[in-house]
């Protein structure tokens, strides 16, 4: 598929607003529990590790276009050999004489040669690259990451939006009771606790935005730029505010240095909220000069770094870190001193609500897809109670069912990152460059070189990614285990 080109700078924009999501406002939360020197190593090191995968990705993607240029280059060849042979024998028997056979016209050989067969003109998604590169186990073992993947992020939306909605009726929004941490089970409207209006809200998020599950939803390019602007204005309302309460000297925040108990939620808050990896495909290809497409990535990760740096330390030195909300935009909904304008605080505790409902139905109509392509059989095609009813259900009902069950958002984050996304993130990309490069070996040899290669383009840097991410996801079992057998 190929799609229109877009410049350099729009590129860096669209990257930018993938990566900056819902896990942004969870991630000053995980700060505060962890402490604001382990944080900012943690998330400086985590956003290395993501540029190298992302780099890995590219390499992979422009060695499928290399290979997908190759077989058509070789499918021509045999139809161009298969038509010659043809015409030679229709002139032996017109002209009762021989004639020797025509070859390939020199300026087809010439433009051949030109192309560079590397070059991302393609868009080739995650999935096809595992098809090309894995075998039958690896594209297996691909399609469940990403759907347990999927899954998280379905069950992090659904507990997001009620929960926003819940803070609104529920919380206190005249300034006349100050700053107060709400308890699930204390009263809403009057009989109806606080957790029985989040299940509420739950049912109607489920019944207004369930349906699109069993068709296909699409996100409009008008939608994408107002979900963009709402996110903007927030983030930057966020920030202000927090630098604004923190220069008058009434910040709240005493963030520890160090606490290796928040750790491991740290971790995947912050692989979460580097994920864009399984997006590269989409975002990549259209970029018109990808000459310069590694100080692209390069500036973009310095900027969102920077960006996830100053959103973190502004609210744990402005809130009381007993205090921040694990959606930090309720946060501003809960404290009268930093914003006391009520339009304002509405419009922050409704911000996710927004624009998380607008991704909702997007996620879930990829998930479907995935599940269908997962037990695809060549040839074959599914049933109509499959295919529209079975496939969507168990799309949508595992994380609404999550969602009743627990709202604890900095822990689906956490868990979503730091399993599905350490697969996602780390090891499929360093997978893909290492089985892309065996591949096309013995096609090209060593003369032809990729030139989007990985500057991490030494095998160790496979090998420890790899190692890293069996390191981090013991490390994050062990901690669960323990936390669980204490409690």
Not at 197 to 212: C, D, E, K, M, Q
Not at 282 to 300: C, E, Q
Request: hydrophobic share 45%; proline share 4%; with cysteine.
């Amino acid at each position: 598929q190929f799609l229109c080109v877009v410049s350099v700078q729009v590129g860096l924009v669209y990257m930018f607003n993938l990566i900056v999501g819902t896990g942004a406002l969870t991630m000053p939360k995980a700060f505060a529990t962890a402490g604001w020197v382990v944080s900012l190593t943690l998330i400086c090191f985590l956003g290395f590790m993501s540029y190298v995968t992302t780099t890995f990705v590219i390499e992979a993607m422009a060695s499928a276009n290399a290979q997908l240029r190759w077989k058509r280059r070789e499918q021509e060849e045999v139809s161009n050999d298969e038509s010659t042979s043809d015409y030679s024998e229709d002139e032996v028997m017109v002209r009762g004489r021989s004639e020797p056979q025509e070859t390939r016209p020199i300026l087809s050989v010439q433009r051949a040669a030109s192309v560079d067969h590397f070059d991302i003109l393609e868009r080739v998604e995650m999935g096809q690259m595992a098809s090309m590169f894995f075998n039958k186990v690896g594209v297996n073992m691909f399609y469940i990451c990403i759907i347990v993947y999927l899954y998280g992020d379905l069950a992090i939306y659904a507990a997001a939006v009620p929960i926003s909605l819940m803070e609104v009726a529920c919380g206190n929004h005249s300034c006349s009771t100050g700053n107060v941490k709400y308890n699930d089970t204390e009263s809403c409207w009057g009989p109806v606790r606080r957790k029985d209006a989040y299940r509420v809200f739950l049912s109607i998020f489920t019944f207004l935005l369930g349906p699109f599950t069993f068709f296909n939803a699409q996100k409009t390019k008008y939608l994408q730029i107002l979900t963009s602007l709402m996110r903007w204005i927030a983030f930057t309302m966020m920030i202000v505010l927090a630098l604004i309460r923190i220069g008058k000297g009434r910040g709240e925040g005493h963030p520890p240095v160090a606490q290796i108990s928040g750790v491991p939620n740290l971790f995947g808050v912050c692989v979460y909220s580097f994920m864009c990896q399984h997006s590269l495909p989409s975002l990549v290809t259209p970029v018109s000069d990808k000459r310069r497409l590694g100080t692209l990535l390069l500036a973009d990760y310095v900027l969102i770094l920077a960006f996830y740096g100053l959103l973190s330390f502004t609210a744990i030195f402005c809130f009381d870190g007993s205090l921040l909300r694990d959606m930090y935009t309720l946060s501003f909904t809960d404290d009268c001193e930093v914003l006391s304008v009520v339009p304002l605080r509405y419009f922050l505790g409704l911000f996710p609500v927004f624009t998380i409902s607008t991704n909702f139905p997007i996620i879930a109509v990829t998930l479907r897809n995935n599940w269908k392509t997962l037990f695809h059989r060549e040839g074959g095609t599914y049933p109509w109670v499959v295919d529209r009813v079975v496939f969507p259900l168990i799309t949508l009902v595992p994380p609404v069912v999550v969602a009743f069950c627990t709202h604890d958002l900095e822990t689906l984050v956490g868990i979503t990152g730091a399993y599905a996304g350490t697969g996602i993130q780390y090891i499929i990309p360093a997978c893909l460059v290492f089985f892309s490069r065996r591949h096309l070996k013995p096609v090209f040899g060593c003369d032809v070189v990729n030139k989007h290669r990985s500057p991490f383009r030494h095998t160790f840097w496979v090998c420890f990614i790899l190692l890293w991410s069996v390191f981090c996801l013991m490390f994050v079992t062990a901690n669960i285990v323990l936390t669980e057998t204490k409690s």
